[in-house]
């Protein structure tokens, strides 16, 4: 299905928007739709611009999105644009954040079940760096369960996502600091590896809920990614595997050309033998106290962001 922006009709016309919020991003609202044509539950993310930069930026989002057909990447169904805002109608995920899933008391967390979520991350990223396309904003809250039962994973949101080449160099000012790889902060080009730090940070809580480069304050965690210091010496390491451990070690490092990339981590020994060798550490049961922690921390923080955004955007708060 090739998706091309229409311009003389607006999603209304095609589709019934429902009232509750899947999400909100940025610069706008996310929403159940059907289909009217076909009945189809569907999502309408809505994005208002208010420049030509921002409708730059939208249009190479749905650019992106058009260019990366995968099962484990968020699929878009159409798009529609107006004076002032955008609409993009994609599947509908209905499982909620991977980590809001982790954490919840009928889940039993394991080495095994990180593996098989961590392989489907890679497995994403890796057709996305196939397509010379950098994700740029991987964390957490951007890898949804496709459904309540079930544990396959979709990657989202694209709007930072950026076309590579190798022949040219690539430069961003923008990700979320916790996840951010040292040549983002440093401000120097980045690469395919530059996804792969943060696939390591995101291993990395998903199997102590401990976040490596976290400080006290927004420049001390910047500090901390420069420096990339980090270890396993908390005790939620324990009981983790060594393979578990060798795979976030050859992702943490601060020289991009030395992390493995998602081809590598798919031949790592953690992601590969697993199925066969289910070991008794594999198997083990990882308290989900500290990602918890972690999940309303991460909650809290985007709130405030959300309402400051609002606040610049001159809206006001009661
Ligand atoms: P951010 O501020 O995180 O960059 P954004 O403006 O780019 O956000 P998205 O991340 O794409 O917006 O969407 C915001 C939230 O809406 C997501 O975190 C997710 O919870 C929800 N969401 C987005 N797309 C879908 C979908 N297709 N199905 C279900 N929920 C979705």
Redesign the pocket.
């Known amino acids: 299905r090739y998706v091309t922006v229409k311009k003389s009709k607006w999603v209304t016309d095609e589709y019934d928007i429902h009232n509750n919020l899947?999400?909100?991003?940025?610069?706008?609202?996310?929403k159940?739709c059907r289909e009217k044509r076909s009945g189809r539950q569907?999502?309408a993310?809505f994005?208002e611009f208010s420049g030509p930069q921002e409708r730059k930026d939208v249009t190479n989002?749905v650019e992106v999105m058009r260019s990366l057909q995968h099962p484990r990447l968020?699929q878009i169904y159409d798009a529609f644009e107006n004076k002032s805002a955008f609409c993009i109608v994609?599947?509908?995920?209905?499982g909620?954040?991977l980590f809001e899933r982790v954490i919840n008391d009928d889940f039993v967390l394991t080495e095994k079940a990180s593996v098989m979520f961590m392989r489907q991350i890679c497995d994403g990223v890796s057709f996305m760096h196939s397509r010379h396309i950098l994700h740029l904003?991987m964390k957490p809250?951007?890898i949804?369960c496709l459904s309540r039962q079930g544990n396959r994973i979709?990657i989202?949101?694209?709007?930072?996502a950026r076309k590579y080449n190798p022949k040219s160099e690539l430069k961003i000012l923008f990700g979320t600091p916790e996840f951010m790889a040292p040549e983002v902060v440093n401000f120097d080009p980045v690469y395919p590896s530059t996804d792969m730090w943060s696939i390591g940070v995101i291993c990395y809580i998903l199997l102590s809920g401990l976040s490596p480069f976290q400080g006290t304050t927004e420049p001390e965690t910047l500090c901390n990614i420069t420096t990339a210091k980090w270890d396993f010496s908390a005790e939620e390491f324990e009981c983790i595997s060594s393979d578990a451990k060798d795979f976030i070690s050859n992702l943490l490092i601060k020289d991009p050309s030395k992390r493995m990339s998602c081809r590598e981590c798919l031949d790592h020994k953690w992601l590969r033998k697993q199925i066969q060798r289910a070991t008794k550490a594999v198997q083990r049961t990882l308290s989900t106290k500290r990602l918890r922690k972690f999940v309303y921390r991460r909650k809290w923080q985007?709130a405030v962001?959300?309402m400051l955004a609002l606040k610049r955007m001159g809206v006001d708060l009661v």
């Open positions: 899947l999400g909100r991003g940025k610069f706008g609202e996310v159940p569907l999502a993310k994005i989002e968020l994609t599947e509908l995920v209905t909620g954040e904003d809250e951007n949804l979709k989202i949101d694209f709007g930072l985007r962001n959300a």
